[in-house]
């Protein structure tokens, strides 16, 4: 049975204009894909919060799993739930902001908690590749601005980043789905979005 992980990124709430999008998004995406089951993470719940790597961390992840002391383990107990989460999905689908012009930290976080090597990636003969199980992922992106054209496009760090780390991850298939311009005409920025969510099925 496929199986998707969801990442919430946004911490505004009902006023989220990212949640809207994977709100309606996970609407029609269950109304194709009825047996699908959902793990959905809500990353700014303070229950979800995710501490930045620690250099024991850092030892830790590059200890093979038999030569950790428990200590070790310990520190990289959130991570192997993290990474886990991911590996156990078909689909990784992401709603997030644009904050300073790129990733908001709590998902930047999660990446880094997931990106393991020997786990999710590794390198054989000086070639890296990915290792993650999902074969295609979903960013509903949500900016203030307007950065697939015009003047800010070359300000866009946000959806090029997520698309690099799909490609580091050895996940194929990325989607992007957009809300622009949410600063100066939400409306037509949501009305946008929806059209291509429609679109996307």
């Known amino acids: 049975m496929a199986h ?7 911490p505004n709430g009902a006023t989220s204009v990212s949640r809207n999008m994977l709100d309606k ?31 024991d961390f850092v030892t830790a992840m590059f200890v093979p799993p038999e030569a950790r002391t428990a200590e070790q383990a310990r520190e990289l107990e959130l991570s192997d739930e993290l990474t886990a989460e991911l590996q156990s999905a078909d689909t990784l689908i992401v709603a ?7 990733v908001p930290t709590t998902l930047k976080a999660w990446i880094d908690h997931v990106a393991r090597p ?4 590794t390198y054989e003969g000086g070639v890296r590749r990915g290792l993650a199980h999902a074969r295609s992922a979903v960013f509903l992106l949500a900016t203030g601005g307007i950065y697939t054209s015009g003047p800010q496009a070359v300000e866009d760090f946000l959806a090029p980043y997520l698309r690099h780390m799909m490609v580091f991850f050895g996940i194929p298939d990325v989607t992007v789905l957009r809300a622009e311009g949410v600063a100066w005409d939400a409306p037509s920025a949501v009305a946008q979005a929806e059209a291509q969510i429609a679109a996307a099925f």
Request: some cysteine.
């Open 25 to 55: 998004y996970l609407a029609r995406r269950n109304a194709k894909f009825p047996n699908e089951t959902l793990t959905v993470r809500d990353l700014t719940l303070p229950e979800n919060a995710l501490p930045h790597l620690s250099a």
């Open 96 to 102: 997030t902001p644009i904050h300073n012009y790129t």
């Open 4 to 10: 998707a992980l969801v990442l919430i990124c946004s």
């Open 118 to 121: 020997g786990v999710t990636f």
